[in-house]
């Protein structure tokens, strides 16, 4: 295990864990005011499935140094916590996993076998971007096999590439422009609907209004990578060097709050860390990810 991969995982998956448990208060509606006021709503602010899934992923990358898709779809079932707001259809899959199903064969037959679109595979991905920072096609490859355990369609998997992509870039490199990070992600995503919504986010970056910008490329509330990984690059393209100017930019456009920000805290969190103050406010990892 490189030490420098896993700092730079762990950067990654606090900013991911604030982004997550931060931008889930806001779906409280005695919270809505300190979201338009950009102040801090009460605490412990507490996790969703987002974080749960990043951490098995973080944790396997952590003992095995890579994706084995057999361990990670066990660590998935085996930690699922219903409470934490899985999405019905994986939430059933970890059960039946748990209960001795073939993940490959459940994962496949989902959505009348054409497999999940959802925005599951890019919400936890961030951390294994990080960790692969000096190989960016080999964090894209990984980023696929680490969705295919859940997410068999491709749109969802190209939406995990992009974001393990934006994360090893924004891990790696001391300069980085908005296009720059974005045209390095086009490279290396697949052709389709994510793809398509990422080159529009990179026509959009001189727009600022982040509720204009998700307007045209999406904010997750249809739940699937194409409706939610398009705007996560533009804001945090537009953001890289700012992670408390990334959450609130991601959180203003609404939508899948908690998992815009999950994203987004963990693509700018590899390059600039969450304000600590914001990650004592937050429920701690949990403790069998035994994160430093």
Not at 25 to 47: G, S
């Given at each position: 295990?490189?030490?420098?991969?896993?700092?730079?995982?762990?950067?990654?998956l606090?900013?991911?864990?604030v982004?997550?448990?931060?931008?889930s208060?806001?779906f409280v509606?005695a919270n809505?005011q300190?979201?338009?006021d950009?102040?801090?709503?009460?605490?412990p602010?507490?996790?969703?499935d987002?974080?749960?899934?990043?951490?098995?992923?973080?944790?396997?990358?952590?003992?095995?140094?890579?994706?084995?898709?057999?361990?990670?779809?066990?660590g998935?079932?085996?930690r699922?916590?219903?409470?934490?707001?899985y999405?019905?259809a994986?939430?059933?899959m970890?059960?039946?996993?748990?209960?001795?199903?073939d993940w490959r064969?459940?994962a496949?037959?989902?959505?009348g076998?054409?497999?999940?679109?959802?925005n599951?595979a890019?919400?936890?991905?961030a951390?294994?971007?990080a960790w692969?920072a000096?190989?960016v096609?080999?964090?894209?490859?990984?980023a696929?096999?680490?969705?295919?355990?859940?997410?068999?369609?491709?749109?969802?998997?190209?939406?995990?590439?992009?974001?393990?992509v934006?994360?090893?870039?924004?891990?790696?490199?001391?300069?980085?422009?908005?296009g720059g990070?974005?045209d390095e992600?086009?490279?290396?995503?697949p052709?389709g609907?994510?793809?398509d919504g990422?080159?529009?986010?990179?026509?959009?970056?001189t727009?600022?209004?982040?509720?204009l910008?998700?307007?045209?490329?999406?904010?997750?509330?249809?739940?699937?990578a194409?409706?939610?990984?398009?705007?996560?690059?533009w804001?945090?393209?537009?953001?890289?060097d700012?992670?408390a100017?990334?959450?609130?930019?991601t959180?203003?456009?609404?939508?899948?709050?908690?998992?815009?920000?999950?994203?987004?805290?963990?693509?700018?969190?590899?390059?600039?860390p969450?304000?600590?103050?914001?990650?004592?406010?937050?429920?701690?990892?949990?403790?069998?990810?035994?994160?430093?």
């Amino acid at each position: 295990m490189s030490a420098d991969s896993l700092a730079r995982a762990t950067a990654s998956l606090y900013g991911l864990l604030v982004g997550d448990a931060l931008g889930s208060q806001f779906f409280v509606p005695a919270n809505r005011q300190a979201l338009t006021d950009r102040t801090l709503p009460p605490a412990p602010w507490q996790w969703t499935d987002d974080t749960e899934m990043a951490c098995s992923v973080y944790r396997l990358l952590a003992d095995r140094g890579g994706i084995d898709q057999d361990l990670l779809a066990a660590g998935f079932a085996a930690r699922h916590d219903f409470d934490r707001g899985y999405g019905p259809a994986t939430g059933r899959m970890l059960r039946l996993v748990r209960q001795g199903g073939d993940w490959r064969a459940l994962a496949g037959e989902l959505f009348g076998g054409k497999g999940s679109w959802g925005n599951g595979a890019a919400m936890r991905v961030a951390p294994l971007g990080a960790w692969f920072a000096g190989d960016v096609p080999l964090a894209a490859a990984q980023a696929r096999l680490s969705a295919e355990v859940t997410h068999t369609h491709p749109e969802a998997a190209a939406g995990a590439v992009a974001v393990a992509v934006a994360t090893a870039l924004a891990s790696g490199r001391d300069r980085l422009t908005p296009g720059g990070l974005i045209d390095e992600v086009l490279a290396h995503t697949p052709p389709g609907l994510v793809r398509d919504g990422i080159a529009h986010a990179r026509r959009l970056l001189t727009i600022g209004d982040p509720v204009l910008a998700a307007r045209a490329l999406g904010n997750g509330r249809e739940v699937s990578a194409h409706d939610t990984v398009p705007f996560t690059m533009w804001a945090a393209a537009r953001n890289l060097d700012d992670y408390a100017a990334a959450f609130w930019t991601t959180a203003t456009a609404g939508g899948d709050v908690d998992t815009t920000c999950a994203i987004v805290g963990g693509i700018v969190g590899a390059r600039t860390p969450a304000p600590p103050g914001w990650v004592r406010l937050c429920e701690p990892p949990p403790d069998w990810a035994d994160v430093p």
